[in-house]
């Protein structure tokens, strides 16, 4: 195993992840030599609870067919990683022989249905990030011989780089979200109008001025401007007019026009 260049490939995909650049297949190719495995899988999982993750292979095989994607995900519970992941969200570097011998593996349905085929005896797999929403698992498998205590604490500080890239990436979308959507607006005016305000705005509409309203409503002239600075205020517009034209605006009043 080659630290050094482990470090390097590390280094590299944490400049592209906080750069918001593709990280994964040079990553993937990355490990795969540094390692020695014989396959290396990143699994990007957004909303993975519901959704299909998007694999990414380097080594053999070089890619899963979807079919063999979906029935990974649903044997997922029988992975001793993913079970210990959920139960304690312990997300560094584990080997499958931490939980248990390859005999026991061997029968297990996520070995039998998923990795014999393939031959692959041994796993070594790390969760770079898991929350509520987002999951992202990289393994790496091995046909003859495990992995060492050596080559498994070298990973520790890969995950924790790669980690920490994707939680800066994550904070500066979600704060790049919050300047993009600008500042929460004022609180819009309540726009019901009373009685008498419509029958103000619906004399007004039809040309009266303030003293004719006033006539024909029985009112002074003076509580016909309060009435229309009430209708300033709900609809937000600064005259006579544009409070006539929002009025008209409304739905309920397309009949009137």
Not at 107 to 121: H, I, K, N, P, S
Not at 133 to 160: C, K, W
Not at 177 to 191: C, E, L, Q
Request: net charge neutral; hydrophobic share 40%.
């Amino acid at each position: 195993m080659n630290e050094a260049s482990l470090l390097r490939h590390a280094l590299r995909a944490a400049h592209r992840i906080v750069n918001n650049e593709p990280y994964v297949e040079d990553l993937a190719e990355g490990l795969l030599r540094a390692v020695g495995a014989d396959c290396v899988c990143i699994d990007i999982c957004p909303s993975w609870r519901t959704r299909t993750p998007s694999v990414t292979m380097a080594g053999e095989p070089n890619a899963l067919s979807a079919d063999e994607i979906d029935q990974w995900m649903a044997l997922s519970a029988d992975d001793p990683y993913i079970g210990n992941l959920l139960g304690t969200s312990d997300p560094r570097p584990y080997r499958i022989s931490d939980f248990m011998t390859f005999n026991r593996f061997r029968r297990t349905l996520v070995y039998q249905e998923v990795f014999a085929r393939y031959g692959m005896r041994h796993l070594l797999v790390m969760a770079p990030r898991i929350t509520d929403e987002n999951l992202v698992l990289i393994g790496l498998t091995r046909r003859l011989h495990d992995f060492s205590d050596r080559e498994t604490q070298a990973l520790h500080p890969i995950r924790d780089l790669i980690a920490t890239a994707l939680d800066y990436q994550a904070q500066i979308t979600a704060i790049q979200a919050k300047i993009d959507a600008g500042p929460p607006g004022p609180p819009p005016h309540r726009r019901t109008l009373t009685e008498r305000e419509t029958q103000v705005l619906a004399l007004i509409a039809t040309g009266h001025t303030n003293d004719q309203a006033a006539r024909k409503l029985g009112i002074s002239p003076r509580t016909i401007r309060k009435h229309l600075e009430g209708v300033f205020t709900k609809a937000d517009v600064p005259s006579r007019a544009a409070a006539v034209a929002w009025w008209l605006r409304q739905p309920e009043n397309h009949a009137r026009r």
